[in-house]
């Protein structure tokens, strides 16, 4: 019988320095696909806002959208570690709120963990719900739930002073109890530099080859995303072009009578 992965197991591979392998996903039928591929975690991104739900960013995603899709995810997997995103809102703004938030992620979500952005200023967080014994992923660098300050997605980190800060959040972030670390757009030499400094796995997403493992969102790999793609990405498929073509013989089918036929109809 297969088990899902812990936050142990995956502690140990860094430690044994074998590659995390992560990748996003919303729903049911995609998760179960990666899962049984054996991917180690799942993250239900609050990507999802721009990825399934249209939004032009991740910040009018709510805890209900991170529920639905938490569950979905949970019921397509069996082995791998799934990890829930905290939404916009959800722990920035009282600390009882965050850890209720991050208890139903857990609770009726069924993620093993949560994930939420920020350094220094939200260490204080990610203790609270450590203390919780829910497990929590960090991010910094580009945080998407920042987009307003950052003033767009940028790479972040590329001077001086804010690779310092970088590298404060990152120790901040694991004195907090943090188990994992995703690291996203930051220059590869700084991301290495973490990666040797910090105890816990980092999780790479435009961070170079030097973190413990790495993380794409499913759709931008798979070529389904037709948005503008950062050059952190890499595409394994370009799904868009046989769905393109499954959806016009349908349509040309309906509509010239050639389906259903007497195969696909009852007597
Ligand atoms: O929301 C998300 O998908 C993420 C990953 C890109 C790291 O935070």
């Known amino acids: 019988m297969s088990k899902r992965k812990t936050t142990l197991e995956i502690q140990a591979l860094k430690e044994q320095g074998q590659k995390i392998t992560m990748l996003t996903a919303y729903d049911y039928p995609m998760a179960k696909l990666m899962?049984?591929?054996?991917?180690?975690?799942?993250?239900?991104?609050?990507?999802?806002?721009?990825?399934?739900?249209?939004?032009d960013n991740t910040l009018p995603v709510t805890m209900e959208e991170m529920l639905y899709h938490t569950r979905a995810v949970v019921r397509g997997t069996q082995q791998a570690l799934v990890i829930a995103d905290m939404p916009f809102l959800s722990y920035q703004v009282d600390p009882v709120e965050a850890r209720r938030n991050a208890g139903q992620l857990i609770k009726e979500g069924g993620a093993a963990a949560v994930k939420l952005e920020g350094g220094e200023h939200v260490a204080h967080t990610i203790a609270?719900?450590?203390?919780?014994?829910?497990?929590?992923?960090?991010?910094?660098g580009l945080t998407p739930q920042s987009i307003h300050r950052m003033g767009g997605y940028k790479v972040q980190g590329r001077q001086g002073a804010q690779a310092k800060q970088l590298m404060k959040d990152a120790r901040a972030v694991a004195d907090a109890g943090a188990f994992c670390l995703?690291?996203?757009?930051?220059?590869a030499p700084l991301a290495q530099q973490i990666t040797r400094t910090v105890g816990i796995p980092t999780i790479g997403i435009g961070a170079g080859p030097d973190c413990s493992g790495q993380v794409l969102v499913i759709h931008d790999i798979l070529g389904l995303c037709d948005k503008y793609a950062p050059k952190f990405v890499k595409r394994y498929a370009d799904l868009a072009a046989p769905i393109r073509e499954a959806v016009g013989s349908y349509l040309s089918e309906v509509r010239d009578?050639?389906?259903?036929?007497?195969?696909?109809?009852f007597q």
Request: hydrophobic share 45%; glycine share 12%; aromatic share 4%.
């Open 257 to 265: 009578g050639s389906f259903p036929t007497e195969d696909h109809s």
């Open 35 to 55: 899962d049984d591929e054996g991917v180690d975690m799942i993250l239900v991104g609050d990507s999802v806002g721009s990825v399934i739900a249209g939004y």
């Open 128 to 140: 609270d719900i450590v203390a919780m014994d829910i497990p929590v992923v960090g991010h910094i």
């Open 182 to 187: 995703v690291l996203e757009a930051i220059p």
